[in-house]
């Protein structure tokens, strides 16, 4: 399977792509997860919206970034939802790995934000995001705030 992964902005986001990306979420975040919250958080036009779509066009991931200033200080990562039938085949990694080399393009001087789900912390270690503060309680689902720091820039 091929897939296609493709960044929009929210004004470029044709009314089919806005329905699959909340599609998506609501079957992960609210239904899958049980968690019922407003996914739908007034955020969505200030961010940057990765698609990825399969061979025969269907949305089978998403993710976003927001900009520095609009939920946090730092640009932030979040809403990243892999279709159930989908999951397992590293997408979940490549939509990540995406989502930094985008932020660091857009925002090269700032660290990354992501607020994780608890039992998620390893997968985005591995990316380098390290744990801030203590866990808490987001919608009734364990988090931690997870930072992952500007690249080094050399001196002269």
Known sequence: MTVQSTWFTFADLDGRALYEILRIRQQVFILEQASFYPDIDGNDP?????????DAGNLIG????LPPGKTHACPAIG???IDKPFRGRMLGHR???EGIRKARAL???DAIYISAQHHLKP???QFGFAPRGRPYD?????HIDMLCPAPNRERP
């Open 95 to 97: 939509l990540m790995e």
């Open 123 to 125: 997968f985005y270690t």
């Open 138 to 142: 987001e919608d009734g689902i364990l």
């Open 107 to 109: 925002y090269p001087g």
């Open 62 to 65: 998403c993710l976003r970034l």
């Open 46 to 54: 200030a961010a940057l919206h990765l698609v990825a779509r399969d």
């Open 79 to 81: 809403r990243l939802a």
